[in-house]
């Protein structure tokens, strides 16, 4: 089975601090995608990359960068840490055209 | 309006009823359709898949595709308490766009 792995499960983190989201896939995919998952919004897009060096804003890129160095692993970056990204982030990865396999999420607190 | 429209429920049925769950969208590009199902501070993962309007069966899932109406269905039969979670429709039209989530219905089946 493909597996995609975020680092963390839990994470707290302060106001203003630099936070990495680490995610990598096992099934050599193209595609890779974070999303953040918020009560009564669903899954909002924030990145995404469909090549090694590439990406993409989605809907909601302000405040967070990526970085894909490497196919398997996509890294999600919250440059100044805000209370209002506490949230849930997930973690996605896919063939083109194929449906996407989800990590277990990373869910983040920011105090 | 929204690109797809998914009531959030909750949604409450006894053990073995049948269960319909369904999304609206607007974009009449849509060619491709899936189901996800998301437990509790888990990931979502993929549960049915189809292409273009038209029926697909996997043991207890339907999943029905009315591209006229522009409305997706998924049945359950034989509704389990295992079957309590998140439901989450999704779609993208061609090529390597991304999936467009509907904000998930939630499912509760009472033993």
């Known amino acids: 089975d493909v597996k995609v792995t975020q680092s963390s499960r839990y994470l707290v983190k302060r106001t203003g601090e630099k936070v990495f989201l680490e995610c990598v896939q096992d099934?050599?995919?193209?595609?890779m995608f974070w999303y953040r998952q918020d009560p009564g919004l669903g899954l909002r897009l924030i990145y995404f990359?469909?090549?090694?060096?590439?990406?993409e804003k989605g809907d909601i890129p302000e405040g967070y960068s990526v970085s894909r160095e490497k196919k398997e692993r996509f890294s999600l970056i919250l440059e100044s840490a805000s209370t209002n990204q506490t949230s849930m982030y997930l973690c996605?990865?896919?063939?083109?055209?194929?449906?996407?396999?989800f990590g277990s999420g990373t869910r983040l607190t920011v105090v | 309006q929204k690109e797809v429209e998914q009531d959030p429920g909750p949604l409450s049925v006894p053990e073995g009823a049948i269960v319909s769950l369904n999304c609206t969208y607007s974009?009449?590009?849509?060619?491709?359709f899936m189901w996800y199902r998301q437990y509790s501070r888990k990931g979502p993962e993929l549960l049915m898949y189809?292409?273009?309007?038209g029926n697909k069966e996997d043991g207890r899932f339907t999943a029905q595709v009315d591209k006229s109406s522009k409305y997706i269905s998924l049945f359950i039969r034989d509704s389990q308490p295992s079957d309590s979670a998140t439901y989450l429709c999704a779609m993208y039209s061609s090529g390597n766009t991304p999936l467009v989530f509907g904000k998930g219905t939630r499912l509760s089946v009472i033993a």
């Open positions: 996605a990865s896919s063939f083109p055209g194929y449906g996407y396999t």
């Open positions: 099934m050599d995919h193209e595609n």
């Open positions: 189809t292409y273009s309007s």
């Open positions: 990359s469909y090549d090694v060096k590439m990406k």
């Open positions: 974009n009449s590009a849509f060619q491709y």
